[in-house]
Nanobody
Framework: QVRLLESGGGLVQAGGSLNVSCVVS????????LGWFRRAPGNEREFVAA????????KYADSVKGRFTISRDNTKNTVYLQMTDLRPEDTADYYC?????????????????WGQGTQVTVSS
């Protein structure tokens, strides 16, 4: 059974930093693209970042480019999202997801495995 478990969310002031991580079990992590998505209250789920199977390619939403960094450690079955210069508009529930597609996908429909989410709140 595939399971994704996020952790590391919390409350931070604008301009601050926060690191979230996601431990994946039930699959061989190196065979999957991993992504982070978020959903703010009243909004649709949106793409944040994704990383290729080997970690050599990444994609970011324009809204987080230059501020967020996605990384992975296949030996630890973990994907990370480092968030810096956080803004109130980054407030959302953050979800990690796994995709069996070969490319670094940005649409949630390409991801089959999902975590329960971790809440990130950025105060102004």
């Amino acid at each position: 059974q595939v399971r994704l478990l996020e952790s590391g969310g919390g409350l931070v002031q604008a301009g601050g930093s926060l690191n979230v991580s996601c431990v994946v079990s039930g699959l061989t992590l190196g065979g999957y693209v991993l992504g982070w998505f978020r959903r703010a209250p009243g909004n649709e789920r949106e793409f944040v970042a994704a990383i290729s199977r080997s970690g050599d390619m990444t994609k970011y939403a324009d809204s987080v480019k230059g501020r967020f960094t996605i990384s992975r450690d296949n030996t630890k079955n973990t994907v990370y999202l480092q968030m810096t210069d956080l803004r109130p508009e980054d407030t959302a529930d953050y979800y990690c997801a796994s995709s069996a597609y070969f490319g670094v996908e940005v649409t949630p429909e390409k991801y089959a495995g999902w975590g329960q989410g971790t809440q990130v709140t950025v105060s102004s």
